[in-house]
């Protein structure tokens, strides 16, 4: 697998980033539009959701070249703009987000076609929140990063407090709302100090030398990194634990649209791209800050690995995995190693296959079950085959096993760790994979050595084929996404 040299990549102009967020943008018009004509909905998402990809797939050849690609929309003052940019670093983000969209509306067409009250909220509302986690990952300066990172957050109050569900009305405004409101209290002063005392807040072409560097004392650096941490990483991370429970398959689609696609990777993407364009590595290592965001969030990690072997439910156990991935993300970008890094960007496309996997089979096997705990998986993989399979090759590849997804960004971050001497760190990385096979083992255990309980989920043998057609679709990329040569070589461009 490819590792680089730090490269300072060459600006031009180009419209393919503002275009790979104005298509979602579009769509969510067009549905608005046809809000009454709920048959249309799942073609239109799929049309934008493949025209986004384009557009990003689009920007690919230029990364390759060494090439960032910028377009700047509104210029308010000197070195303050709302602007836009494709490079490495948003690479592989930009493409996981419309391929998890395009399946999430295939699962919530084909599986829940009959169920039109589960179809998971206003699907208009969810393209607002791909919009504005589209512009989080092409956003070209910072004020434009914390704007659209808070506009995604108020698009996700509104979606979550829109449900009506006993208990779930409660969080869906009392989560996003109290931390939007955090986010404006961190990321206001964030903006302020960085621009009085930089003139600029757009981001650096060089992550080695980032535009903070010797433009302030270490003590307002060291506020600016808790005041980045508090406005991206404890609003991204703190997801919705009660949203998943009940009816899960009901609920499936927002969660997996907040949890694993929007809200959480924006804010790990968010933490990076502020870690390596505005402080850059060598002020994180001037300050030590390199190794402590390293242990810090590898520490998360572990404790979240830990607090989902801890859960008895199999939703919960699935939130405190995604906490650990993508806390996984950011102590990569502390290795201050290429390698490492480009496995935190790899991480972002196979955690979103494995999880739209666990997730997507989880939920045809308890669509019919309140209960989501060992007893409602009993016998699951004998009357289930298919399902409980693909449910097994994501939970491998959430532990790193070879020659799943998962195991491409692991060896990555493995040799990230040995190239920045930070060997340590991989007994770190080995901890948590572990702790993610404990995780779902009693589980794949229940479904194939327990007697059945009961039917499970009416999808056996003779489920209809269409309706396993967006399981079977994030299966074969949590199967082969590792062996795609064009992810592996945009992985290595994360730095350029």
């Known amino acids: 697998m490819p590792e680089i040299a730090f490269a300072t990549p060459i600006p031009v102009t180009s419209i393919a980033p503002l275009l790979a967020v104005l298509v979602p943008a579009a769509g969510t018009a067009v549905i608005f539009v046809l809000r009454r004509h709920c048959r249309l909905h799942c073609g239109i998402i799929c049309a934008v959701a493949m025209l986004q990809l384009a557009a990003s797939l689009y920007c690919l050849p230029a990364i390759q070249q060494g090439l960032a690609l910028t377009y700047p929309v509104l210029h308010l003052l000197p070195g303050l703009a709302l602007e836009f940019r494709a490079d490495g670093l948003s690479l592989i983000p930009a493409l996981a987000l419309p391929g998890g969209w395009l399946l999430l509306a295939l699962y919530a067409q084909f599986f829940l076609a009959a ?15 791909i919009t504005a986690a589209s512009a989080v990952v092409f956003a070209g300066n910072l004020l434009t990063l914390c704007l659209c990172f808070c506009l995604l957050l108020l698009f996700s109050c509104l979606l979550m407090a829109g449900k009506r569900e006993t208990g779930s009305a409660g969080a869906g405004r009392l989560y996003p709302s109290g931390l939007l409101f955090s986010a404006l209290l961190s990321l206001l002063p ?10 600029t807040l757009h981001f650096s072409d060089d992550v080695s030398h980032g535009i903070l560097e010797n433009k302030a ?65 060598g002020t994180l290592q001037r300050l030590h800050l390199d190794l402590a965001t ?21 939703p919960e156990r699935l939130t405190c995995s995604t906490i650990s991935s993508l806390a996984c993300i950011i102590m990569a970008a502390g290795m201050a190693s290429p390698a490492a890094i480009s496995g935190g960007m790899f991480l972002f496309a196979s955690h979103s296959a494995a999880k739209l996997t666990a997730w997507f089979a989880a939920g045809m096997l308890l669509y019919r079950n309140r209960q989501t705990d060992l007893s409602a998986f009993a016998g699951a993989g004998r009357q289930a085959p298919i399902i409980f399979t693909l449910f097994i090759l994501a939970v491998l590849s959430l532990g790193g096993i070879a020659p799943l997804a998962g195991f491409g960004s692991l060896w990555l971050m493995v040799n990230g760790a040995f190239a920045a001497r930070h060997a340590e760190m991989i007994f770190v ?10 995780a779902f083992a009693p589980f794949v255990h229940a479904g194939f050595c ?17 309706r396993l057609l967006p399981l079977m ?24």
């Open 473 to 496: 679709a994030a299966g074969a990329l949590t199967l082969g996404l590792d062996l795609i040569p064009f992810c592996l070589s945009g992985a290595g461009t994360a730095l350029r």
């Open 294 to 314: 390293a242990w810090f969030f590898g520490g998360i990690a572990v404790v979240a690995a830990v607090c989902a072997l801890l859960r008895s439910q199999l």
């Open 190 to 199: 964030l903006l302020l100090l960085i621009y009085s005392h930089t003139g």
């Open 429 to 438: 990385l080995a901890a948590v994979a572990i702790l993610h096979l404990l």
């Open 450 to 466: 327990q007697p059945p309980a009961g039917k499970v989920a009416g999808q056996g043998r003779n489920a209809p084929a269409v």
């Open 115 to 129: 169920q039109p009250e589960r179809q998971g909220g206003d699907r208009s509302c969810q393209a607002l929140i």
């Open 217 to 281: 004392p270490d003590a307002l650096m060291l506020l600016l990194y808790v005041l980045c941490m508090l406005g991206f990483v404890a609003t991204g991370f703190m997801l919705p634990h009660g949203w998943t429970s009940g009816d899960l398959a009901a609920r499936l689609p927002v969660t997996v649209l907040i949890q694993t696609l929007a809200v959480g990777n924006a804010g790990a993407f968010a933490t990076v791209r502020v870690l390596l364009s505005i402080f850059g590595l």
